[in-house]
């Protein structure tokens, strides 16, 4: 499965953005899809995940109550609604999917960029 992440840009901190990730093919039972980033110099940061059967979500500290993740299953795409932006938000935003019982990535998307300024 080919997966492209999109909705990226610069916005002002406390500002919002809402990524999508989009899947070539059919998303299975049984999938995790999860966000994470990456800021320059820095490792790659979970952001969320959700199953995708069950609906079930996990967060980072960092972001929660500020993120949503949510996905549409007839359409095989993933969403990141980010509200509240910090400037520490600035980074590569990558989704990605794995099984459920493995904590290896199957597959990852290119990146879409996220600028938040002071």
């Known amino acids: 499965v080919q997966l492209v992440e999109s909705g990226g840009g610069s916005v002002q901190a406390g500002g919002s953005l809402r990524l999508s990730c989009a899947a070539s093919?059919?998303?299975?039972?049984?999938?995790?899809l999860s966000w994470y980033r990456q800021a320059p110099g820095k490792e790659r940061e979970f952001v969320a995940s959700?199953?995708?059967?069950?609906?079930?979500?996990e967060y980072g500290l960092s972001v929660q109550g500020r993120f949503t993740i949510s996905k549409n299953n007839d359409k095989n795409m993933m969403f990141l609604e980010m509200n509240s932006l910090k400037p520490e938000g600035t980074a590569t935003y990558y989704c990605?999917?794995?099984?459920?019982?493995?904590?290896?990535?199957?597959?990852w998307g290119p990146g879409t960029q996220v600028t938040v300024s002071t």
């Open positions: 990605g999917r794995r099984l459920v019982y493995v904590t290896d990535y199957a597959d």
């Open positions: 093919g059919r998303i299975l039972p049984g999938n995790v």
């Open positions: 959700i199953a995708w059967s069950s609906g079930h979500t």
